[in-house]
Structure formats: structure tokens, C-alpha cells
């Protein structure tokens, strides 16, 4: 059996003990912006139940073009006010720089990416790149509350970006 | 006190009752990618526990070159090898086009976006489409196992698109 379908037998479960459907929009009025990491239970580090928040998760969590798109469909179209970044300790964009892995990605494929990898040497550093990346956009209108924190993976704790 | 400040104070309770850290790798060896729908909690619907599985997430769960970023490191550098898509029913992105969303903010703020906004009239056909660009793609090496589902926001339940 595949990881998959392990997981699909989780679902059925959930489905069983599930009351919905909720309202679409975000009732807590926040979007969130999180790594990817497996570590990182968005849902339980914030205390996030169903229909509480958007929740937007790349590699690194870092602020793109995409994550730029989310944000401008959630704050425009979807009502949230407040964003939260969340970077975090033993990250993997730690462990590579840009250019490495992009030279290992064309000596295995023979194409090198157009795009950045995003890698970063300081979580809190990149916390900042984040804030001021969302500040410089004309596509985010609300920004009275962008706050970003470094998520301990070794306590559970949000530590918050100064 | 904002909602950050409120979710702060959850965060507080998560760290008292937190055992870490675990390891980097996701132990299940899968990424997710699905919207960011609020009503989407991804670990409780696939029954994930931290350090499981990566979990990718933007606006509609579409493929643009960010996620392609984020399935290459996570399958390049840490390690995963089944990827699961998730759309959902209700979704905010059947209510706009593209055309009429990047004008209003060209009517706002002067500048429209360079970006598509991914909009989509059909969630189970655009789960296809996504499949289709990571198959199309040379960075995610690893498509065996690309399945996608569209969770059904009224019953808790993740219906497969064949």
C-alpha cells in the first residue's frame, strides 16, 4: 500500500466525525504564510481550527511572485487583514546555496531553472526579506499588521522578527 | 488585541505540551500541495503528524514555477517521492476570471499584475491541469505516484479525479 492510500484510509476517517460545510472567507480574517516543513502543524502551532485562516506554505516560506498572488486573492477578494510569516530553526534552505543546486538540477537533467531557489543563510534575516518583499508589492493593500517569526522546531515556540 | 496576538497566546499552550526536535526528512516521504482554503486543515484531513510529509499551499493548490521550486527541493534534497494534489468544492477561485480580478487592481492601483491569477471554472479539471505541469516539468524527478483529489467542503471527504 502506498503512503497515499495509507493516507486516503486517514480521510475516511476524518469524514466520518466531519460537520460542514463552513463559510468560505477566513473567519479569523488572517492569512498565514508558513515553510513546507513537515515539522511545522500550521493548524496546531497557531491554535487554527477549520475556517479560521488561509494558509499559504512554500519551500522556505519565502514571498514569490505566487505567494504574492495568494495574498493579493485572500486580502482582495477574501477579507484577511493580518498576514503572519512563519520561518523556522534546521531549515533545509539552509543546507544549499542557489547556485549548487541549480548546477545539480542541470548536470542530472540538462536544464538549469529559470527561477531562484530562495536558498537563505539566516531564518530571521529571510523573515525580513519576506516583510519587506510584501511591503514593496502594490498588489497587497493591507499591511498595518505583517508580523514574521522563527518557529523553534526544538520547542514548538514562534519567535517573533523585530 | 489583534488576532496575531490572540494566536500568539495559542501558541504558548502548543509549546508547553511540545516534544522536539524531530527529523528534517518528512517520514513519510510525500508532499501535499492544496489550496489554501481555510476550511483545508491538511493534517487533519490526511491524518498527518508533525514531520510527515511536506505541505505546499497556495491560492486554488495550482502549479506555478513556485511550487515547482518547492516539489524539486523537497524530492531533491529531502527526500520525498509521492506528491498529492488537493482542490476543493466552493473554492474561491471559481468565483472571478483572471481578466476582470487583474483589473480591478490595474483600476486601484494603477498596476496590473504580470502574473496569471490562476482562476478556474472546474476544480477536478484543474487538478488535471496540475498534474499535467508536473509531469511537463524536468525539476520534479520523481512521478510515480502524482495522484490528486478534490476535497468535498461539505463532507470532510477527498474524492479522486481519474
Not at 515553510?35 to 487554527?48: S, T
Not at 531549515?91 to 546555496?97: A, D, E, R
Request: proline share 5%; charged share 25%.
Amino acid at each position: 500500500m502506498s503512503v497515499t492510500d495509507e493516507l486516503l484510509a486517514n480521510n475516511a476517517e476524518y469524514a466520518a466525525n466531519f460537520t460542514g460545510p463552513l463559510p468560505l472567507p477566513p473567519a479569523k480574517h488572517v492569512a498565514v504564510l508558513a515553510c513546507m516543513d513537515a515539522r511545522i502543524n500550521v493548524y496546531g502551532v497557531l491554535g487554527l481550527h477549520e475556517g479560521d485562516a488561509h494558509v499559504i506554505r512554500n519551500a522556505g516560506g519565502v514571498v514569490t511572485e505566487d505567494e504574492i498572488r495568494s495574498l493579493a486573492i485572500s486580502q482582495r477578494l477574501l477579507g484577511t487583514e493580518e498576514i503572519i510569516l512563519i520561518h523556522h530553526t534546521d531549515c533545509g534552505m539552509l543546507t544549499f546555496t542557489d547556485d549548487d543546486f541549480k548546477k545539480s538540477i542541470q548536470e542530472d537533467v540538462g536544464v538549469k531553472p529559470a527561477w531562484a531557489a530562495e536558498s537563505f543563510t539566516d531564518p530571521g534575516e529571510d523573515v525580513r526579506q519576506s516583510i519587506a518583499r510584501i511591503r514593496n508589492s502594490p498588489f497587497v493593500p493591507k499591511k498595518d499588521s505583517v508580523r514574521g517569526f522563527v518557529f523553534d522546531v526544538a520547542t514548538g515556540r514562534l519567535n517573533e522578527v523585530e
